[in-house]
């Protein structure tokens, strides 16, 4: 397996475990008691505040930017490219996730964005390689 591939493995991982962060306010408490009900989570969640909140959020992003970055790994290697380069494009869009979602907890708005359009350009330069 090329570390591109499992770059695809962590970041189907990575919304899981903001989805992990964004419920732990509610672990360990019973449903009356404001902890996390597995019957109506998205109601739950939609109630979080503060960067549980924002957590949740970094959930939905993760969700959104995958298909894109996954479809960029399988192209350039569909096209050939060099593997190396792929593996550093993909490892770089892992590290800038990963800042990307320590960014959105601290509530960083204005860096988040540039932080995603680093991303962005990671899974969007995948496609040009040669």
Not at 23 to 43: A, L, M, Q, T, V
Not at 107 to 126: H, K, N, Q, V
């Amino acid at each position: 397996m090329t570390l591109a591939n499992t770059c695809i493995i962590i970041a189907a991982l990575l919304p899981i475990v903001c989805a992990g962060l964004a419920k732990s306010r509610g672990i360990g408490k019973r449903r009356r008691e404001g902890g996390y009900d597995n019957h109506d989570p998205r109601r739950w969640m939609s109630g979080l505040q503060g960067w549980q909140a924002r957590a949740n959020s970094a959930q939905a992003n993760s969700f959104e930017a995958l298909p894109l970055f996954i479809a960029g790994v399988l192209a350039a290697q569909q096209m050939q490219a060099p593997q190396d380069r792929i593996d550093l494009l993909a490892a770089t869009f892992i590290g800038v996730r990963l800042i990307y979602i320590g960014v959105y907890l601290a509530d960083l708005a204005s860096l988040r964005t540039l932080i995603w359009m680093l991303g962005m350009a990671c899974s969007i330069g995948l496609f040009f390689l040669r």
